[in-house]
């Protein structure tokens, strides 16, 4: 009698703990879930609104480059609401190509600009950014593009 | 001799003097005028149907401008290709205007190679309004960008995929 008792209360304890590791593992399930929702939402806030349907282009007036090298400390980005990758191609009034960039996604820079030959300290009025846009497929199709002229400040 | 070198010695003491003079009385100003900076948001591209005469390909717009002024503006010319393919001689010509219908009883066509002029305002901030008395079609809300074609020029193109490719320029200019 005493064994059949304490048997039946040994069945109960272990069914209570049963059910509260069952509640236990459906609360924590809950919890992750909201989690998610949470990161989602703020994820697409922080995004915003994306448009296919046009792109942002930055412009400059001027930007400043160092004489007598190469190698530059100046990146050119491409927003982050933009869908489409850039090509970027820096050249003088005369056409002359000082750079052109790899590829740049959406939300990147491209690498610090290597001129491709050293200019000489001093203002280079009316060379051009030029921007060549692509959609982000396989093809790289061409998309509608855009110049933007600015001078060249080239100091020491 | 001697004396020749003293008299020039002396006129060249005396011709020193005056510059000196003249140097403590100058003072050099210097300030760095910020380049503006702006980000010009063009349409990206359209699938324009064979046969279509008029079509909307979206706006032309400034944004997160900075560094303009009254009189110192943004100037956007708009310029394209015609319709090509490849391994097909024919071509097919269209043309672009800038397409306005707020503020207008009627909408109001621009012809886009004066190029569209965003104006600075009177504060050194973003591009606003345009002065008063300019000519009203450069505006700086051109609503849309508005393509033509003829339906001859349609019919008269061999068959294929063509594309056209629209480049707009930008630059900061002043009155």
Same mark, same amino acid.
């Given at each position: 009698m005493?064994?059949?008792?304490? %048997?039946?209360?040994?069945?109960?304890?272990?069914?209570?703990?049963?059910?509260?590791?069952?509640?236990?593992?459906?609360?924590?399930c809950?919890c =992750?879930?909201?989690?998610?929702?949470?990161?989602?939402?703020?994820?697409?806030?922080?995004?915003? $609104?994306?448009?296919t349907? =046009?792109?942002?282009?930055?412009?400059?007036? /001027?930007?400043?480059?160092?004489?007598?090298?190469?190698?530059?400390?100046?990146?050119? +980005? %491409?927003?982050?609401?933009?869908?489409?990758?850039?090509?970027?191609?820096?050249?003088? #009034?005369? /056409?002359?190509i000082?750079?052109?960039?790899?590829?740049?996604?959406p939300?990147? !820079?491209?690498?610090?600009?290597?001129?491709?030959?050293?200019?000489?300290?001093?203002?280079?009025? !009316? +060379? !051009?950014?030029?921007?060549?846009?692509?959609?982000? %497929?396989?093809?790289?199709?061409?998309l509608?593009?855009?110049?933007?002229?600015?001078?060249?400040?080239?100091?020491? | 001799?001697?004396?020749?070198?003293?008299?020039?010695?002396?006129?060249?003491?005396? +011709?020193?003097?005056?510059?000196?003079? &003249?140097?403590?009385?100058?003072?050099?100003?210097?300030?760095?005028?910020?380049?503006?900076? &702006?980000?010009? %948001?063009?349409?990206?591209?359209?699938? $324009?149907?064979?046969?279509?005469?008029?079509?909307?390909?979206?706006?032309?717009?400034?944004?997160?401008?900075? /560094?303009?002024?009254? /009189?110192?503006?943004?100037?956007?010319?708009?310029?394209?290709?015609?319709?090509?393919?490849?391994?097909? =001689?024919?071509? $097919?010509?269209?043309?672009?205007?800038?397409?306005?219908?707020?503020?207008?009883?009627?909408?109001?066509?621009?012809?886009?190679? !004066?190029?569209?002029?965003?104006?600075?305002?009177?504060?050194?901030?973003?591009?606003?309004?345009?002065?008063?008395? #300019?000519?009203?079609?450069?505006?700086?809300? $051109?609503?849309?960008?508005?393509?033509?074609?003829?339906? =001859?020029?349609?019919?008269?193109?061999?068959?294929?995929?063509?594309?056209? #490719?629209?480049?707009?320029?930008? #630059?900061?200019?002043?009155?």
């Amino acid at each position: 009698m005493e064994i059949r008792k304490s %048997n039946t209360r040994y069945a109960k304890i272990g069914t209570c703990i049963i059910l509260i590791v069952i509640c236990l593992i459906l609360l924590l399930c809950k919890c =992750s879930s909201q989690e998610d929702f949470t990161e989602a939402s703020t994820t697409s806030q922080s995004v915003g $609104i994306v448009s296919t349907s =046009s792109i942002a282009i930055p412009g400059y007036e /001027g930007i400043t480059l160092k004489a007598n090298t190469k190698r530059q400390d100046v990146c050119l +980005a %491409n927003p982050s609401s933009n869908q489409c990758v850039f090509r970027i191609t820096l050249c003088l #009034e005369d /056409g002359t190509i000082l750079w052109e960039s790899d590829e740049i996604l959406p939300g990147e !820079k491209s690498k610090p600009i290597k001129l491709k030959q050293k200019l000489e300290e001093g203002t280079y009025p !009316k +060379a !051009k950014l030029q921007y060549a846009c692509f959609k982000m %497929n396989e093809e790289r199709t061409p998309l509608n593009g855009a110049e933007t002229v600015l001078t060249l400040r080239v100091k020491e | 001799m001697k004396r020749s070198i003293a008299c020039a010695l002396a006129v060249m003491t005396m +011709a020193s003097v005056p510059m000196a003079v &003249y140097a403590d009385n100058v003072t050099v100003l210097t300030t760095t005028v910020p380049d503006a900076t &702006y980000t010009l %948001n063009i349409p990206a591209d359209q699938e $324009i149907a064979f046969g279509t005469t008029s079509k909307m390909l979206g706006a032309v717009t400034v944004t997160e401008s900075s /560094g303009f002024a009254l /009189g110192k503006n943004l100037k956007v010319t708009v310029e394209h290709t015609d319709f090509v393919a490849e391994n097909v =001689s024919t071509t $097919i010509p269209y043309t672009l205007k800038g397409y306005m219908t707020e503020g207008y009883i009627s909408p109001q066509e621009y012809d886009l190679s !004066k190029g569209l002029i965003f104006y600075g305002r009177s504060s050194y901030d973003n591009l606003g309004e345009y002065p008063e008395g #300019e000519d009203e079609m450069q505006r700086h809300d $051109i609503t849309n960008i508005k393509f033509s074609a003829k339906s =001859s020029d349609w019919g008269r193109a061999l068959g294929g995929d063509y594309h056209s #490719e629209i480049t707009f320029t930008a #630059e900061v200019v002043v009155e």
